[in-house]
């Protein structure tokens, strides 16, 4: 097929307008630029515009990979849910553009507390999503209160360079069960019933779900290896019987 029969303006001029830069217009027999304007496309797709965050549907792909990853690795990730609270009376107060700020603040903010491998994510409106890989419930909960307090404890001006405001967040938590593999709805599900929990106790808190002890027996995680060893891929236990 010939590159230049495709119809690119259209999304050449949208890359342009997210600051995507691409190589030069492809000559018949080169698919260099087309290349890259699939995967800027694939980029703006995973990304949201105004805080340039991984958006919803790039952090369910994310929690998927770590609900895989987690469960063979037998090690617990942390997803929380955070929102902004009363992000309403900003918004009604200080005008839209402002509750912009400040949802950009806070993801900035967020994202600079985290580890390299961390994901922070904005999961619509003032909401925001962050998935913690190979995280116990004692650094779990250190790094949510640190979240927590971060947002707390940050000035922020806004666009008019008159005013600033501080805002809170509410936090809810949920660790994906090692060696068990569980689904993205219900971990999601786990989280926002812990945010729930925390805005109803006064918000401006953390709340995790308590990571329930022994939920697989030694002998159950040998059994999982052994299978794993013998076959070079885990069976399924209904399947084993
Ligand atoms: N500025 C701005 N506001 C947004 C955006 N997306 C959603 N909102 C606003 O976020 C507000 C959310 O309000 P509510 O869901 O009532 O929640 P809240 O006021 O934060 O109250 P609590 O969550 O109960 O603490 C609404 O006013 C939305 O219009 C956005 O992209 N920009």
Redesign the pocket.
């Known amino acids: 097929m010939n590159p230049q029969a495709l119809r690119l303006d259209h999304a050449r001029a949208l890359l342009r307008e997210a600051g995507v830069a691409l190589p030069p217009p492809a000559s018949a027999n080169d698919w260099t630029e087309i290349q890259a304007i699939i995967d800027g496309l694939c980029e703006l797709s995973a990304r949201d515009p ?1 805080t340039g965050l991984p958006n919803r549907r790039a952090f369910l792909g994310r929690l998927t990979q770590e609900l895989d990853r987690s469960s063979r690795a037998g090690e617990m990730a942390l997803l929380l849910m955070i ?7 900003v ?1 009604d107060r200080y005008g ?1 553009l402002a ?2 700020a400040v ?1 950009r603040a806070v993801a900035r903010l967020l994202s600079e507390q985290v580890r390299p491998m961390d994901t922070v994510a904005r999961l619509g ?2 909401e925001f999503g962050v998935v913690f890989p190979h995280c116990g419930p004692t650094f779990g909960a250190l790094l949510a209160e640190r979240l927590r307090a971060a947002v707390a404890a940050t000035v922020m001006p806004l666009p008019d360079g008159q005013a600033t405001l501080q805002v809170t967040v509410s936090i809810g938590g949920a660790y994906s069960p090692a060696w068990v593999r569980s689904s993205v709805e219900h971990w999601m599900e786990r989280a926002d019933r812990q945010l729930y929990e925390a ?1 109803r106790q006064g ?1 401006n808190r953390v709340c995790i779900e308590p990571v329930p002890v022994n939920e697989v027996s030694p002998e159950e995680k040998d059994l999982l290896f052994a299978w794993h060893d013998a076959s070079g891929y885990m069976i399924d236990a209904a399947d084993a019987v």
């Open positions: 105004l929102d902004i609270d009363h992000f309403k009376s918004n839209h509750g912009d949802l409106g003032e805005k918000r």
